[in-house]
C-alpha cells in the first residue's frame, strides 16, 4: 500500500500499526513526556493521533490504563493502546497513543455566566466524578486547562497516566495537604481531592480570572491557612450567593464537612440552601517565631518547623511548643500527642534522634499532613513513587529508607481519625516493606520495596537502562540481549532483577526460594535457573542461547558439588549441549536430576565407609610394627608381608577417594 506524501519520517512502531513519526506537538497541559504525530500502516490517511513517549526517569500510571480505558465513555481521555517501542539511538521508551484532544479546554473562554456553570458544566461534571467514584478511580489532575468541552458540549477530563496523581497540578487546585507534599510524593488520590479541584475549577470559571493562580505553590498554601482554600482563591472577588454556597461546599479544608457527590447532586436537583458556614478563623493571640517570622497555625508551623531544624529543636527542648499549645491554642488532644511523639522508645535507639523526632512532632501537629522528614515531604501512598522517581534519576534514597525504617508511616496512619480501605492496604504494604529493608539478602532489601510500593515502576536495574521492563516476561529478552554484551556482570540476576521479578511474578516466587536466602554461590545459582526456566516455561521465548550460556557458567559451582569425577563430566558436557539448545528447563532437568544426585550421594557414601575400612586395616597393620618388633622377630621375616598389605591397602583406599572425589 502506497504511502501519503506528506507523511514525516518515522521514528518508532508499536505493535503492527501505530507508527510514532519525527512530527512533534506540544505537550498537552496536565501530561509530561514528548508529544509526536502518529499515522496507521493501514491507512492511506492521516488520522488525528498522537503519542506520548517517555523514558523510565518518568512515573507512568500504568496500572490505572485498564480502568481510564473503560471511563472512556463516561467523560475521561484514555489511550487507545500503549507499549514500549524500540527507540532511536538503542534505547526503548514508553508510548502511549492517544485520539485527537477531544475538544478545547474550559479554561479557553475567560469566563462563565452562573446559568452556563449551573445548566451546562455543572450536570456533566458531576456525572463524569460519580463515574470515577463508582470504578474507585480519582483523576487527580483535574482543573480549567485539563477538563475540555466537545462541541455538543460533552466534558472530557484530560489524560492522567503520563504522570503520578497531582504531580502536574497547580497547588490552588489541590487541598492544603496534597500541595504541601512534593510533586511525585502526593500519592494516590481520593475522589473527595477531584471534588476540590472542580470546586476550585468551578471558581476560576466563574469569575474569569484568579490572582492565586501566579502565586508560588508555597504562597497558595499559606494563603490557604490563613484565608482558607475559598477566601484564598476568590480573593477580593465576590460569587453569587447560590453558586457561592456551592463552591464555599466543594472547597472545605475539612475533609469531613467538604460536600459530597450526593449533596452536589441534591443541590443541582433542588437549588436548596444547604447551610453551609464560610470559613471563619480566629487568630490565635500570640504565634512561635521560627527564622524570624511567627506562625499562628500548626500546620504551617509544621512545615516551618521542617525547614528550619534548628529552630525547631530549641522551641521543642524548651518547651516552649508544649505551653504555646496549651495557652495559647488550648488544644488537649494536640499537647497529648506531641507529648506522645517526644516519649517513644523508638528515638533513644536511632542516630538520627533529632531528624526523626520533628518528623514525628510535624506529624502530631498536623496529621493529615505529609510525613516531613530531612528535606523530604511525601505521602504515605507516594513514597513509592517518590522512591522510583529517586532511583529513575540516579538520586540518593537513603531518607526515603530511613522514612520505612524509622516506620514514620505507621506513626502516620496511627493517628489518622479514619482510614479507607487503601489506607489500610497500603499500612500493610508499609510494614512488610519494613521487613523487606532489614534483610539483606537478593531480592529484598531496598529495591524490593521500590516495586512493592510502586507497582507501576519499570526495572530500574543500571545494567538494563536502555531497556523498558514492566512484565517479567519482557525481562528474558533484556537479559538476552545483555548477555551478548563484552561489559555483562558475572551473574545474570542482580538484586534490582531479582527484586523486581519477587514482586511481579508472585506465581514463580516459590522457584526463586532458594535464590532468596541462599549466601552460597551455588545454590544462588540454581535458584536463578530454577525462576528464569519458570519463566521461559509460562512466556517463552522456546529459545534463550546468549542466557542459557551465560547461565551455564553460573551453575558450575553447583555441578562442583557432585563427589564423582565421571559425572562432573558428564554432567558439565551434557549442560553444555543444553544451553546449546536455550532450553532453560532442560538445563534444569539435567542439573537437579534427582535420581543422578542420589547415585551420586549414595556411592560417595558406601566409598567412604570402604575407605574408613581400609583406613582401619591399614591401621592394625601399622600397629604391627611397633619399635623394634623387626629386631624380635624370626629374622624379620614377617616384615615384608606387613609392609606390603600397608601399601597395598593405603593404596586402594587412595584410588577409591580419587575416583569419587578427583579433580
Not at 26 to 36: F, H, L, Y
Request: glycine residues 8%; hydrophobic residues 40%; neutral net charge.
Amino acid at each position: 500500500m502506497s504511502q501519503p506524501e506528506d507523511r514525516p519520517k518515522p521514528l518508532a512502531k508499536l505493535r503492527d500499526d501505530y507508527v510514532i513519526s519525527s512530527a512533534s506537538l506540544p505537550v498537552p497541559v496536565g501530561s509530561r513526556g514528548e508529544a509526536w504525530k502518529v499515522f496507521q500502516e493501514s491507512s492511506n490517511s492521516i488520522p488525528d493521533l498522537f503519542a506520548l513517549t517517555g523514558t523510565s526517569v518518568g512515573c507512568y500510571r500504568i496500572d490505572a490504563i485498564e480502568t481510564t480505558r473503560k471511563l472512556a465513555n463516561s467523560g475521561l481521555f484514555a489511550p487507545l493502546d500503549w507499549g514500549v517501542v524500540d527507540w532511536p539511538g538503542k534505547e526503548q521508551r514508553v508510548a502511549l497513543i492517544f485520539p485527537k484532544l477531544p475538544g478545547t479546554p474550559l479554561a479557553q473562554k475567560r469566563r462563565y455566566s452562573d446559568q452556563d456553570i449551573v445548566g451546562t458544566i455543572l450536570p456533566p461534571m458531576v456525572a463524569m466524578l460519580r463515574a470515577f467514584a463508582e470504578a474507585g478511580f480519582a483523576h487527580g489532575g483535574l482543573g480549567p486547562a485539563t477538563i475540555y468541552a466537545g462541541s455538543s458540549g460533552e466534558l472530557t477530563a484530560g489524560e492522567c497516566i503520563s504522570a503520578p496523581p497531582s504531580a502536574l497540578q497547580p497547588a490552588w487546585l489541590q487541598t492544603i495537604e496534597r500541595g504541601m507534599a512534593s510533586p511525585f510524593g502526593r500519592g494516590a488520590a481520593q475522589i473527595e481531592d477531584d471534588i476540590y479541584a472542580v470546586g476550585a475549577t468551578l471558581a476560576s470559571l466563574s469569575l474569569g480570572s484568579l490572582s492565586i493562580v501566579e502565586l508560588p505553590d508555597a504562597e497558595v498554601i499559606a494563603l490557604k491557612i490563613e484565608r482558607g482554600s475559598a477566601g484564598a482563591i476568590t480573593g477580593r472577588q465576590q460569587l453569587s450567593g447560590g453558586l457561592g454556597e456551592l463552591i464555599r461546599g466543594m472547597l472545605d479544608d475539612d475533609p469531613e464537612q467538604r460536600w459530597s457527590l450526593h449533596t452536589i447532586q441534591h443541590w443541582i436537583a433542588g437549588r436548596r440552601t444547604i447551610g453551609h458556614q464560610a470559613w471563619a478563623r480566629q487568630k490565635p493571640s500570640r504565634g512561635l517565631v521560627v527564622n524570624g517570622t511567627e506562625y499562628f497555625d500548626v500546620r504551617s508551623l509544621a512545615e516551618a518547623f521542617s525547614k528550619y531544624p534548628a529552630d525547631a529543636m530549641k522551641l521543642i527542648a524548651n518547651d516552649e511548643l508544649i505551653k504555646w499549645v496549651k495557652r495559647t491554642l488550648k488544644d488537649p488532644a494536640l499537647v497529648s500527642r506531641i507529648v506522645n511523639a517526644v516519649n517513644m522508645p523508638i528515638l533513644k535507639s536511632r542516630s538520627s534522634t533529632e531528624a526523626l523526632l520533628i518528623a514525628r512532632i510535624t506529624i502530631a501537629m498536623h496529621p493529615a499532613g505529609p510525613i516531613r522528614y530531612l528535606g523530604l515531604s511525601v505521602m504515605p501512598s507516594g513514597i513509592g513513587t517518590q522512591l522510583q522517581k529517586a532511583m529513575a534519576a540516579g538520586e540518593s534514597p537513603q531518607s526515603l529508607a530511613e522514612v520505612i525504617s524509622c516506620q514514620l508511616p505507621k506513626y502516620w496512619f496511627n493517628l489518622q481519625s479514619a482510614l479507607a480501605n487503601d489506607n489500610l492496604t497500603q499500612m500493610k504494604k508499609l510494614d512488610q516493606a519494613k521487613i523487606y529493608l532489614d534483610k539483606a539478602g537478593s531480592g529484598l532489601g531496598l529495591e524490593r520495596c521500590l516495586y512493592e510500593l510502586a507497582p507501576s515502576s519499570p526495572l530500574l536495574a543500571q545494567e538494563l537502562t536502555s531497556k523498558f521492563i514492566f512484565e517479567s516476561h519482557a525481562l528474558l529478552q533484556g537479559l538476552e540481549a545483555l548477555s551478548e554484551r563484552n561489559d555483562k556482570p558475572a551473574f545474570p540476576l542482580s538484586r534490582h532483577v531479582a527484586a523486581f521479578l519477587l514482586a511481579r511474578d508472585t506465581q514463580n516466587t516459590r522457584a526463586f526460594g532458594r535464590f532468596i536466602a541462599a549466601r552460597d554461590p551455588a545454590e544462588v545459582a540454581l535458584g536463578s535457573l530454577h525462576g528464569l526456566a519458570g519463566l521461559q516455561t509460562r512466556f517463552g521465548p522456546e529459545k534463550l542461547p546468549g542466557l542459557a550460556r551465560w547461565l551455564e557458567v553460573a551453575v558450575q559451582p553447583y555441578i562442583a558439588r557432585f563427589h564423582n569425577r565421571d559425572t562432573r563430566e558428564i554432567l558439565r558436557t551434557d549442560l553444555q549441549k543444553a544451553a546449546g539448545t536455550g532450553n532453560l528447563q532442560a538445563m534444569l532437568n539435567l542439573v537437579e536430576n534427582a535420581a543422578m544426585m542420589h547415585r551420586d550421594k549414595d556411592g560417595f557414601f558406601q566409598a567412604t565407609l570402604e575407605y574408613e575400612r581400609l583406613e582401619f586395616q591399614a591401621k592394625g597393620l601399622r600397629d604391627q610394627l611397633t619399635p623394634g618388633a623387626l629386631l624380635h622377630s624370626e629374622a624379620g621375616k614377617d616384615v615384608g608381608t606387613i609392609v606390603a598389605g600397608i601399601l597395598s591397602t593405603a593404596i586402594a583406599a587412595g584410588i577409591l577417594l580419587l575416583q569419587w572425589k578427583g579433580a
